[in-house]
C-alpha cells in the first residue's frame, strides 16, 4: 500500500515541512523555499523568497511578484534542482533518512487531489515527480529512479531497527 506524505508519521516528505534546507550555500527553512527560490534569477527576489515567512508565501511570491524573474530553462530543471534538494533535505536531516528506512520499501506518494505533476492526482494518474527512490545508503540521502529501493540498506551504528531487519529475524 502507497505511503502518503500528508499522513503524521511521513509528513517530513512533504516540502512544507519544517525542515531546514542548506541549498547552494544558502540556508532555507523549507525545501519549498530552496524550490521556490531556485525558480527566481532576480538575487532581490531570490533573497526575499528565501525569507518568506512561510512555505506558502515563498511559493506565493515566486509565482507572482517575482514570476517575470523565473528561470527561461525553468521547466527542463525543476526536476533536477527539486531531486537537489530533496538529498539535501535527506542528508541534513535523520528524522528524513529514518523516515525512508521506516517506509519499508513501499511507493511514497503525495496524495494531492489537485497536482497531476507532483502528485497523484485525484484519480491517481498523476506523474509523481520525483517521488522517486533514494539509494541503498539513507546517510548519503542520494536519490535513483523511484523511491523504494531498501531491501538492501545497511546496518550502520546507532540506527532503530528497520522493518527489513525485522522481516529477517
Not at 16 to 36: I, K, P, W
Not at 53 to 77: H, M, V
Not at 83 to 92: D, N
Request: charged share 30%; with cysteine.
Amino acid at each position: 500500500m502507497p505511503i502518503t506524505f500528508y499522513t503524521p508519521d511521513f509528513y517530513v516528505f512533504n516540502n512544507f515541512s519544517a525542515h531546514a534546507v542548506e541549498f547552494e550555500g544558502e540556508l532555507y527553512s523549507t525545501a519549498e523555499h530552496a524550490y521556490q527560490a531556485a525558480k527566481c534569477i532576480d538575487p532581490e527576489g531570490k533573497a526575499e523568497i528565501r525569507h518568506a515567512r512561510s512555505p506558502l508565501q515563498a511559493k506565493s511570491l515566486a509565482n507572482g511578484k517575482y514570476r517575470t524573474a523565473r528561470d527561461p530553462d525553468w521547466s527542463d530543471k525543476k526536476l533536477v534542482i527539486v531531486e537537489e534538494i530533496l538529498r539535501a533535505k535527506v542528508a541534513q536531516h535523520a528524522e528524513a533518512r529514518e523516515a525512508l528506512i521506516k517506509s519499508c520499501g513501499e511507493e511514497i506518494v503525495e496524495d494531492s487531489p489537485t497536482d497531476y505533476f507532483w502528485g497523484a492526482g485525484a484519480d491517481g494518474t498523476g506523474a509523481e515527480h520525483p517521488r522517486q527512490d533514494l539509494d541503498e545508503d539513507p546517510r548519503r540521502g542520494h536519490l535513483s529512479r523511484r523511491w523504494r529501493k531498501w531491501d538492501s540498506v545497511p546496518y550502520y551504528p546507532g540506527h532503530r531497527p528497520t522493518c527489513l531487519e525485522e522481516r529477517r529475524r
